[in-house]
């Protein structure tokens, strides 16, 4: 009876050490069940199947090892390159990953190049647009102001002469004023209105008036009055509309005469006011 | 000796046992092949590629003595631990050069926000 319990005792003993045994997987075995685990979660499912499958082939060969009692070293090994193979499957998911993430990035890269690139050519175009429009604004105001002088020339109301910095209208002194006087006569109405509707229309242009004296009296006063005089008719075409920004006045007293000082028809000439249209200042 | 047939079968069986598996020969290049792959792509510049190639080496040297010493079967283990580890080293070498390529990227690439806008040169 003793030797059956005695007998009975070791044999439960060594069953359990059996059983112990076979349901302990080695450290080894459980970081690769880990490891392919993770990987299973990564990108590796998504972007490389294929190694995903490499991984599981290789842990289940270390689960069947271990299953069938192999030598422990041997499911170690097969255990650890298990790992390997998910741990590699998991980091070629990742790049994958970022492979698709790079070339995304430069796609829109280049859909931004193409966007700005069509955006510049839309501005360019744009721009040149606008400076059609301002040409032919520039050409249309230039045609008028054109007309304008075309048909005060017609009105026969002053003297124009073409000279290389612009037209120079003419006009005689004795007709706007009195002998020594700056103040406009009654009577230069007439052909001053005329010149301050063709002026009206110069656009941009700049307007020069100046006062010329005979060379009678002194210098001093000569140039006095001819800067005066200047005034004068600046003062009736900003009245009459000519915007004052344009005009500028200058007295020139006895110099540069048009005609010689020893006659009175000289003197008479050279006492007059000149307008320059200054045609270098069209845009 | 009292059984020399005994002798010489024990001797045998040892021998037998010892030589077994063929030299893994081929084996060994491959390892050594793919060692050589991972550390051409630079597994030895990325710390985390850096480990397995030293386990590699480490296990590929251990595999050359086991070769010597006879032991094949041991080698081809090792040798397969070997290459496992060099396959990884050149995986995650390439992971990381990905990475730092993509990084540099997202700083270079310019802001959605900029853009270029030129005009005719302003009025003269």
Redesign the interface.
Known sequence: MKTIVRNLSIACAVSSAAACATTQPPAQLVEARNAYSQAERSDASKYDPAALHTAKESLQRAETMFADDGDE??VT?AA??AT??A??AK??G??AG??R??AE??R??EQ?RAK?AE??QM??GS??Q??EQERSAREAAEAKADQAMSKFRESDSASMKEQPGGTVITMSGALLFGTGKAKLQPGSDAKLSKVADALKEQGDRKLLVKGYTDSTGSDAVNMELSKQRADAVADYLISHGVPQGKLTTEGQGSSNPIAPNDTPEGRAQNRRVEITVDRSES? | MKNPHLAIGVIGGLALSCSGAPKPVNQFADTEAALRAAREVGAEKAPEAKLHTTLAQEQLSRADKLMSDGDNDGAKRLLERAKADAELALALARCSDAQTELDNMKTQTPHPSQTSTQSAGGHP
């Open positions: 070293p041997q090994d650890y390159v390997r193979r741990q590699q980091a070629e990742d790049l970022l492979q993430q790079k990035m430069q829109n890269a931004s700005a955006q510049a501005d360019l721009t040149r606008q400076l845009r």
